[in-house]
């Protein structure tokens, strides 16, 4: 009867035999030194939980100590941060600066296992899964009693640098996809905000320039608009998907979480989406109603339900930039009526919204323009997607 060898399923060439194995607290320490901000008046970066991104290992700010009240953890260069309250948010950091920070968040240093190799230890499953064998239900905490007497497998020193150093270069691939998209939505978030107050204009092919622009009410250019259909919609998937309010972002459908409509029931082919429909968000809270997404066919088929309308225009991808601008979005909250958790905007109200538009050769010249930076940052997301899968296979089979 053979036994299974413990080793990893991916490994480097130059390395054998099996890894060696010992209880977490032996592999690794967590620190356990204070400070109080009340009594010590050192003014030190501070990182709260609110700082530390979801599952990507990238800072998105500090504070300073002088500004908080309780007792935090000190940390210094090169040790690795765990958020331990809610565990499933997967939140850790490799400090590059001393500091101090939450003391919702564990400060660890190796023992068995180098630093940078802690750093992708804690990204894997196994050591999710644990984290998430948590104390309390409303406000889970990792238990670091229990997850310290869990067995661990690990590699020597020399293959642990290895393992670190080949997915670090892969963090550094997301890091820049993560950068270069970030950069196109601000440029993109610029360069609208310069077109619609005029700022940038277009011009004919021959070089001459368009007309002005001409503020319009709504209801003067909106060429049909109606209210999708009544569906009773459930989570069992059938063949005809329900595109509700909470699938509408600003300038985008996110079809992540689905609801069909109930299978057996009548479904009305007018209800059925088609590419280029503009959908305007009729109901929602407060902040969100209001809200205005083009259909790209992210589906090959499709409905809408009654708290969402249909609305044409002679330039839909136009429009859908024109209403996510700045003052259309502002417009369009100004007429948003009812309470913070329940809100609508009525036809009559909508149909009244001003707005200053171009010439239609115009809109096709800023539909377009702005469509290819959205190509770009479509592109860029899934390359981003593609190597997070990458990284998280790695994890998989490079740990045993």
């Known amino acids: ?75 210094a260069v090169n040790q690795v941060l765990f958020g331990k309250l809610r565990p499933y948010l997967k939140k850790f950091l490799k400090t590059d600066f001393d500091g101090v920070c939450s003391s919702e968040i564990w400060v660890l240093n190796g023992k068995k296992v180098i630093n940078n190799y802690l750093f992708q230890l804690v990204q894997t499953n196994k050591f999710n899964q644990i984290a998430n064998i948590s104390s309390g239900s ?72 368009y007309g002005e622009w001409v503020e319009r009410k709504l209801g003067e250019f909106i060429i049909t608009y109606r209210l999708g259909g ?57 902040d969100l109603v209001g809200k205005v997404s083009i259909w790209l066919n992210e589906l090959p088929e499709a409905y809408y339900n009654s708290n969402l309308m249909s609305i044409k225009f002679e330039n839909n991808f136009f429009m859908n930039y024109r209403l996510n601008s700045y003052d259309g979005i502002k417009s369009l909250r100004s007429i948003a009526t009812g309470t913070t958790s329940v809100a609508a905007i009525y036809t009559k109200d909508l149909l009244k919204i001003k707005l200053s538009l171009p010439s239609l050769n115009e809109q096709d010249k800023i539909a377009n323009f702005l469509t290819s930076i959205d190509t770009k940052i479509a592109q860029v997301n899934t390359q981003l997607n593609a190597t997070k899968q990458f990284k998280k296979a790695l994890l998989q089979k490079m740990f045993v």
């Open 1 to 75: 009867m053979s036994t299974k060898m413990n080793v990893p399923q991916l490994r480097f060439r130059e390395f054998s035999g099996e890894w060696q194995k010992s209880e977490l607290n032996d592999l690794i320490e967590q620190s356990s030194k204070k400070f109080n901000p009340k009594i010590n008046n050192e003014n030190k970066k501070c990182i709260e939980l609110e700082h530390l991104s979801q599952g990507t290992g990238e800072l998105l700010g500090f504070t300073y100590s002088k500004e908080q009240e309780s007792t935090k953890n000190v940390f």
């Open 138 to 209: 409303k406000m889970p905490r990792s238990d670091w009693k229990y997850m310290a007497e869990i067995p661990f497998s690990f590699p020597s020193k020399p293959e642990q640098q290895k393992i670190a150093s080949f997915l670090s270069s892969v963090d550094s691939k997301i890091e820049q996809l993560s950068k270069k998209k970030r950069l196109l939505e601000a440029y993109k978030k610029g360069v609208m905000q310069k077109i619609f107050s005029q700022e940038i204009r277009f011009k004919k092919d021959d070089g001459s320039e």
């Open 230 to 286: 009544n569906y009773t919609n459930t989570e069992v998937k059938s063949n005809h998907p329900l595109i509700k309010m909470g699938n509408i972002n600003r300038g985008k459908i996110n079809i992540n979480k689905l609801e069909y409509i109930k299978k057996g029931e009548p479904v009305e082919q007018i209800d059925r989406i088609k590419y280029g429909d503009l959908f305007f968000n009729t109901r929602n809270t407060l």
